[in-house]
């Protein structure tokens, strides 16, 4: 029983509280922001979309205003935002700062998707939510805009370009999202060009590198907690493909649907380990692309977002613009493996 009166089932301190009711209270959030015909700091024009009625997903999109000013064509970089599939909003204040900042860097325009979360909708609902959202952008003409269509989307995105990314769960959503591209293909034969994965939320039963050895002590760490709130009945429970990409009897990573793949981690991040697993694991594959990774000294999960305005938070989003960059100006797949690893 809390202050409210309420009983309650399930708490996973700092982040979220559900009660027996069903109802949940999401304990850390950042506050939703509106969209801006101009970001006073950026220029950056967004707007809030809806993609689709039934399942209800909603989108915020961005448009640079370089873009806008000389009517060009851009790269679009469909976005997953972090929050553990089951806090978090493309319509936060964080998410916002984000993206008006990196889409500024990079003119690109970005689609950041507001999928449903846990543990009102519990996994997979989520991953279904921004393949279909993946799909609704791709779907869009290079050419006649009608009714269903959104006018932006026709007028300034160039489907030759076509990236995804996201941080933390986000970047988990954008790793099944790629192998479900390479195994399924998108509409109109679109290719996803490049990916960039920060943060991302990977787990596993047995320990590697630095993390805890003990296994009561695992069971309680959030990584687990939090997975199995979100998908409480999946085959494999925490070693299920989807939260452990790497584990024996996971699809290949040979398939990832996308020529160019940057994995940012951090030092102090629980997950790092993970992350840099999942890198190791890509390279060993024989995935025919390019490959980068990005570790930074000295800070945490997600800080790039969560402390926007910090010295190495600007160089990663910098970073971020540059591969989306770099992978617009990169004309073809390369024939043989590439890769190589950054310090910030």
């Not at 009517?71 to 089951?86: D, I, N, R, S, T």
């Not at 026709?154 to 954008?174: H, K, L, M």
């Not at 010295?311 to 890769?339: M, T």
Request: proline letters at 5%; one cysteine or more.
């Amino acid at each position: 029983m809390d202050s409210n009166g309420k009983e309650v089932a399930t708490e996973i301190r700092p982040y979220i509280r559900v009660y027996k009711d069903g109802s949940v209270q999401r304990l850390v959030e950042s506050p939703i922001v509106p969209p801006s015909v101009s970001d006073p700091e950026t220029g950056v024009s967004s707007k809030d979309i809806v993609l689709s009625q039934n399942p209800p997903i909603s989108a915020r999109i961005y448009l640079s205003k370089q873009s806008l000013q000389q009517h060009q064509k851009v790269a679009v970089l469909v976005y997953f935002h972090g929050g553990a599939f089951c806090s978090g909003s493309a319509f936060s204040f964080v998410e916002t700062k984000f993206m008006n900042r990196l889409v500024c860097l990079a003119n690109v325009f970005a689609v950041s998707i507001e999928y449903r979360l846990a543990p009102e909708h519990l996994l997979p609902i989520a991953y279904e939510d921004c393949w279909t959202a993946l799909q609704w952008v791709v779907s869009h003409p290079n050419g006649d805009c009608g009714s269903e269509k959104e006018p932006w989307i026709c007028n300034y995105v160039d489907f030759d370009q076509v990236y995804v990314g996201g941080d933390s769960a986000g970047a988990n959503i954008a790793n099944n999202v790629l192998l479900r591209a390479g195994s399924e293909g998108l509409q109109n034969g679109v290719k996803i060009k490049g990916a960039f994965l920060t943060h991302p939320y990977f787990w596993g039963f047995k320990p590697i590198g630095s993390e805890i050895k003990d296994v009561k002590r695992r069971k309680k760490l959030v990584m687990s907690t939090m997975w199995h709130l979100v998908y409480p009945k999946v085959a494999g429970g925490i070693d299920n493909p989807m939260i452990n990409p790497v584990v024996e009897g996971a699809p290949s990573l040979t398939g990832l649907g996308c020529s160019r793949l940057l994995v940012c981690v951090a030092k102090k991040d629980q997950v790092r380990d993970r992350g840099i697993s999942y890198y190791n694991a890509v390279k060993e594959s024989g995935w025919q692309g390019e490959l980068e990774l990005i570790d930074v000294e000295g800070e945490g999960h997600s800080f790039h977002i969560l402390v926007h305005h910090s010295e190495n938070a600007e160089k990663l989003i910098q970073r971020l613009a540059s591969f989306l960059v770099s992978c617009a100006g990169h004309g073809r797949k390369s024939s043989q493996f590439s890769s190589c690893v950054s310090r910030i």
